[in-house]
T-cell receptor
Framework: DAGVIQSPRHEVTEMGQEVTLRCKPI?????LFWYRQTMMRGLELLIY????????DSGMPEDRFSAKMPNASFSTLKIQPSEPRDSAVYFC???????????FGPGTRLLVL | KQEVTQIPAALSVPEGENLVLNCSFT??????LQWFRQDPGKGLTSLLL?????REQTSGRLNASLDKSSGRSTLYIAASQPGDSATYLC????????????FGTGTQLKVEL
């Protein structure tokens, strides 16, 4: 299995632009998670899905952030408009079900200028 | 609100030494605790998962213990090697809280030749 796939691996954009991060979970996994990692705040859960349905989005910082999971093999995290404080590494992870080990993707390193 | 602390923040040891990484959490009502490894520029790799009813888990040179009542977990690495150099994070899942992991800030380990 290829593991969790994320794209792009690196993104540099200017403040105000829309940013879309993509994730393909491991085949057969029915839970998907979006995390953000910064030096100041560490690793934070933004949102997670079970069977393509958003379960907990309380970690989404504000309305500029949105996430979708149109099918079991694809999810997006969108930031519109982006701000410099959104600069971070964004990870996607997946697991077989609630409570099981989560497998992380390599992350997308986002820099907003 | 669950808070997870890892001490020390950084550790440097000579090759071959046995070492212990510490993780403490404020709310003992946890479902399980997981130890991850993160290499620079990469995602997280799960090392060990301990259910709340367990006291320890072992995998090769790694041994993780859990004392839920005192809110502590340790990761013991035997006979450390340069390849063990990485950041180690612990994460707790709350009882009945679904998939919302709370991560510690990590311990950055360097094993020197």
């Amino acid at each position: 299995d290829a593991g969790v796939i994320q794209s792009p691996r690196h993104e540099v954009t200017e403040m105000g632009q829309e940013v879309t991060l993509r994730c393909k979970p491991i085949s057969g996994h029915n839970s998907l998670f979006w995390y953000r990692q910064t030096m100041m705040r560490g690793l934070e859960l933004l949102i997670y899905f079970n069977n393509n349905v958003p379960i907990d989005d309380s970690g989404m910082p504000e309305d500029r952030f949105s996430a979708k999971m149109p099918n079991a093999s694809f999810s997006t995290l969108k930031i519109q408009p982006s701000e410099p404080r959104d600069s971070a590494v964004y990870f996607c992870a997946s697991s077989f079900s609630s409570g099981e080990t989560q497998y992380f993707g390599p992350g997308t390193r986002l820099l907003v200028l | 609100k669950q808070e997870v602390t890892q001490i020390p923040a950084a550790l440097s040891v000579p090759e071959g030494e046995n070492l212990v990484l510490n993780c403490s959490f404020t709310d003992s009502a946890i479902y399980n605790l997981q130890w991850f490894r993160q290499d620079p520029g990469k995602g997280l790799t799960s090392l060990l998962l301990i259910q709340s009813s367990q006291r320890e888990q072992t995998s090769g040179r790694l041994n993780a213990s859990l004392d839920k009542s005192s809110g502590r977990s340790t990761l013991y690495i035997a006979a450390s090697q340069p390849g063990d150099s990485a950041t180690y994070l612990c994460a707790v899942r709350p009882m009945g809280g679904g998939n919302k992991l709370t991560f510690g800030t990590g311990t950055q380990l360097k094993v020197e030749l």
